[in-house]
């Protein structure tokens, strides 16, 4: 029997002992691609971004290797990708190119990517700066006070400006605001000019990104690719972690609820996603998960992909009914539980000795179990899985620098914007009290000039006076008064 890439709403991902499609209509319900590195979780990826574009679906993408931006480029047609076509039976299999725009935080390899701080929020922010419960609370003040008085937050050097002035004015906010200690507004300074050495001040500022920009389909009726590139990205985890919160954040707040559409609006994967989740507080976790559980009603599916299951909490785990396992290695006792719990994790087939096969899958092969039906899972089966038309690897810098100067958004986030905020309007304010300040100076010089002449005369009066008092008394006679 021959398939083809797309067929009538679902996605064919490859071939067991029957096809193995993944449902359109079940795939915001979420899903989970794991794997050992070098075992083709990369590959997975990206047929299903292909399936996803080719149905009309925009799909948001981290590349952390660089290697996903050959998605943009028809892949170079070679005896193993056909052979592997046939194998599976791709009739339809065929080399072509995706409809992709490029992104970069960094604004080098994509265009810009700009959040302001008032978007990202303390929450987020504080676990961005690493910084404890005490310092925490002392950033939500900030932020408190900064939108009490009218103070934009956009880009770093605003924080840094509404810290000191806080700091200075510590005392007569803490009556409303709560004390304001200074060693953690000193160690907040410290962790921003931490950030800005790690590049992330370019993240911060304006034209922010609207996220429709995310979501564009192409002439042809195919969802673009977002990719977004991480190599650099990756030196700073944090800033990487918290920055695809923020946007899966800012796309659940800003999507309307739509129930179960018949495919995604968007669909997004996050590469590395055990960074999301190392260290991170209580209330951090709390916000993925509902994210994660709530945002399917939006549309929006979400697909996390790293190298073990068990790198993802349970309560986010539940939610991932879409699974593709690759292969993981069990050379120590550790391994051998990760293996057994990542098992345990896909539903039993009874004719699959699930952890053994695990260890036993080649490059390219994977355990797949996808909703079906009703949203039940399917029996984990022993998948080939299909190859991609595009191209495996990366694109060239002169074909990246051509599809970003044919993208439809250039010129729309190249150029900062620099409008007046908190750091401008907190050193105009300081300006201006320093003004009147000389101003009062000079003007209670002159008056304390009158007051001191004033004063001086009253003294010698009295103190003539009560010298004639003490004169008359010793010689025992009455002062003469004037």
């Known amino acids: 029997m021959s398939e083809s890439p797309l067929q009538d709403g679902k996605i064919f991902l490859g071939r067991s002992v029957e ?12 899903g989970l691609i794991t794997g050992a590195t070098g075992t083709g979780k990369t590959v997975s990826l990206q047929v299903l971004a292909e399936g996803f574009a080719a149905a009309g679906v925009p799909v948001f993408a981290a590349d952390i290797k660089g290697d996903l931006s050959g998605v943009a480029e028809a892949g170079t047609p070679s005896e193993g990708l056909a052979k592997r076509a046939k194998e599976v039976g791709l009739a339809e ?14 604004g080098e390899l994509g265009h810009p990517v700009r959040a302001t701080l008032e978007d990202m929020g303390p929450l987020m922010l504080s676990r961005l700066l ?39 004015r510590g005392k007569s906010l803490s009556i409303k605001y709560g004390n304001v200690a200074a060693m953690s507004v000193g160690a907040i300074q410290r962790r921003l000019l ?3 050495e790690e590049g992330a001040g370019n993240f911060f500022g304006e034209p ?5 920009d995310f979501m564009k389909i192409a002439p042809d009726g195919r969802g673009f690719i977002n990719v977004l590139a991480a190599e650099k990205l990756m030196k700073t985890p944090r800033l990487y972690a918290t920055f695809l919160l923020w946007l899966l954040t800012r796309l659940f707040d800003q999507l309307p609820e739509i129930g179960d559409p ?13 960074l999301l989740f190392n260290e991170a507080p209580k209330a951090l976790l709390d916000q993925v998960e509902r994210v994660t559980r709530l945002i399917r009603s939006k549309g929006v599916g979400v697909y996390y992909v790293t190298q073990n299951p068990r790198d993802v909490p349970n309560s986010v785990s539940a939610q991932l009914g879409n699974r593709i396992q690759h292969a993981l290695r069990a050379f120590t006792p550790v391994e051998q539980k990760a293996v057994r719990a990542a098992a345990e994790t896909l539903r039993p087939n009874p004719q699959l000795a699930i952890e053994r096969v ?28 299909r190859p991609p038309s595009a191209r495996i690897g990366p694109l060239k810098e002169p074909e990246r620098r051509a599809k970003i100067a044919a993208s439809p958004l250039i010129g729309k986030y190249e150029v900062a914007i620099e409008r007046e905020s908190a750091a401008a309007m907190l050193a105009k304010r300081a300006s201006a009290s320093d003004g009147w300040g000389a101003v009062l100076s000079g003007g209670s010089a002159r008056r304390q000039g009158y007051a001191e002449t004033f004063i001086k005369s009253i003294i010698r009066q009295v103190a003539s006076s009560v010298g004639r008092a003490i004169v008359a008394a010793i010689l025992g006679r009455r002062p003469s008064g004037r």
């Open 358 to 385: 695990i260890q036993e899958l080649k490059v390219g092969e994977a355990l797949v179990s996808v909703l079906r039906g009703g949203g039940e899972p399917s029996l984990t089966q022993r998948t080939l899985i």
């Open 19 to 30: 096809p193995e499609y993944l449902e359109l209509r079940l795939a915001n319900r979420h």
């Open 130 to 168: 690493e910084l404890n419960e005490t310092q925490e609370g002392v950033l939500n003040i900030l932020f408190r006070v900064a939108a009490d008085e009218g103070l934009p937050l956009l880009r770093l050097k605003d924080l840094r400006a509404i810290a000191n002035d806080v700091a200075q």
């Open 194 to 196: 931490v950030l800005e």
């Open 262 to 274: 018949r495919q995604p609006k968007l669909v997004f994967f996050f590469d590395e996603a055990h």
């Open 93 to 106: 299999w065929s080399n072509r190119g995706f409809p992709t725009l490029f992104w970069d935080l960094f």
């Open 208 to 212: 922010a990104l609207a996220i429709t």
